[in-house]
């Protein structure tokens, strides 16, 4: 195991002198929070429980369906989407709509966030790069159940601060690991949904088996506790069947935001009827 780790970023070389695509969106995200004006929005109450919400229940994982206007890799998925379509769009399929709200190179925006709320009862997670628990309030505000925590962009007090944080207001983050080092990090805090991305967030390559090669890192016992998230790059029923059976949810926004008809592909890999079976 590793020593404790306090802020250098695992997953680039260190020799680059560059900062990578996350450094760099995650220090945009830092000026963006340090212009927010603190509020004290109040404590989930009777909110569904991210966590039991996204428990595997059959053959296949359940699904987190994401609005992803645009992103770095992609480029314009759908720009202009309205969220009301998204949300028609995916509710019959999801367990939890994940809710881009980082601008600049998503599109997205925290109004987003708001108007899934007022459109759905489904869990909400807003997706961007948090790194302040002023973004965590902002979240629970406008109506999230959860939020993103990459392990990446944040040193241990920091994440510790935020879980914490989020907690208070009765919400679970989601946190995502890109590497095995992170994955000692992750399991060294009391989390409960661990999010493994096969994209590597520094250059924007994907390695299908990530996934897969980090879980297989974790214990019994931990893989028993934790709701397992597998992320990106995921298009297909065939390669969501494949998933093994301690995966409990996969998230899913790309794969559909760039088809032409994006309820025909959640027809195809989950079935007309709609149940994430």
Known sequence: ?????????????????TPSVLDRITEESRRRAAQLVAISPSPAKNELDFAAALRRK?????????????????????????VADAVRMYEPYAAALSILTEPEHFSGAIEDLRDARALTALPL???????????????????????LLIVAS?????????????????????????TEAELERALRLDIAILGINNRNLHTLEIDMKRCENLAQLITERDRERLVLVAESGYETREQLLALPHYFDAVLMGTGFMREADPAAKLREIFGPGGAVV
Not at 59 to 70: C, D, S, V, Y
Not at 154 to 175: C, F, N, W, Y
């Open 1 to 17: 195991m590793s020593n404790a780790h306090t802020g250098n970023l695992i997953g680039k070389s260190k020799a680059a002198e």
């Open 58 to 82: 059959g053959p296949m994982p359940q699904l987190i369906a994401e609005l992803k206007r645009k992103s770095p890799s992609k480029g314009n998925l759908k720009e202009g989407l309205p």
């Open 125 to 147: 997670l807003r997706k961007d790069f948090i790194v302040d628990v002023k973004q965590v309030d902002e979240a629970r505000a406008a109506g999230a159940t959860s939020f």
């Open 154 to 178: 944040l040193t241990d007090s920091e994440l510790q601060t935020l879980i914490a944080h989020g907690r208070k207001l009765g919400m679970e983050p989601l946190v995502e690991v890109l």
